[in-house]
Every structure is written in structure tokens, then in C-alpha cells.
């Protein structure tokens, strides 16, 4: 059973830090490319960033210089470092892992930015 599971949301002050982390279970982790996405009320799900099996990292431009993704294959792990958070940042965040034609999502975990 494929499991991915996020965790590391939260309240977080403008201007902020949060370190989202995503444990896969259940898949060859070190096939799939990892991504992230997130969705805001009232919007459609966007890609944040996503990190090949080559290292090869892609990003929003609206989180490019604030956010990295990383991925421990070891750990079965992805990583999403968030800086210099804002409002607009506030949303469900996603896991993603894609291999070929499999596809899988985490539960979300929320990120808000608030004061």
C-alpha cells in the first residue's frame, strides 16, 4: 500500500519559516520524481516545486528564492523549506509522486500565514 504522509504546517507570522516533510512508504522512492503542490481556497491546485531522481530541482517562480526542495532517498523523504513566507503562501500543501503512469497523493497538510 502506497502511503506518502506530510507533515511540519502550521500558523506561521509573515515573513516566516516552515519546513514541510513528506514520507513515502510503499513505492521504489528513488524512481519517482517528488513534487509538491498546494491549493488555496477558491483556486485549482499549482505545482511548487518538484525534484527529479537526478537532483534536478523546479520551482514556481512565485516561490523561486524562498523555498527549496530536497529529498533524502535514504529516508524515503522530500522536504520543502519554505522562507520568507507571506499571505499568499496560505494553503493546503501536497505531495506528489510520479513515476511513468503511477501517480500519488499525500493528505495535505495546511500552511497559514498569518499575524
Known amino acids: 500500500q502506497v502511503q506518502l504522509v506530510e507533515s511540519g504546517g502550521g500558523l506561521v507570522q509573515p515573513g516566516g519559516s516552515l519546513r514541510l516533510s513528506c514520507a513515502a512508504s510503499?513505492?521504489?522512492?528513488?524512481?519517482?520524481?517528488m513534487g509538491w503542490y498546494r491549493q488555496a481556497p477558491g483556486n485549482e491546485r499549482e505545482l511548487v516545486a518538484d525534484?527529479?531522481?537526478?537532483?534536478?530541482?523546479n520551482y514556481a517562480d512565485s516561490v523561486k528564492g524562498r523555498f527549496t526542495i530536497s529529498r533524502d532517498n535514504a529516508k524515503n523523504t522530500v522536504f520543502l523549506q519554505m522562507n520568507s513566507l507571506n499571505f499568499e503562501d496560505t494553503a493546503v500543501y501536497y505531495c506528489?509522486?510520479?513515476?511513468?503512469?503511477?501517480?500519488?497523493w499525500g493528505q495535505g497538510t495546511q500552511v497559514t500565514v498569518s499575524s
Open positions: 525534484i527529479a531522481t537526478s537532483g534536478r530541482t
Open positions: 506528489n509522486a510520479v513515476y511513468q503512469n503511477y501517480y500519488y
Open positions: 510503499g513505492i521504489r522512492f528513488n524512481w519517482y520524481t
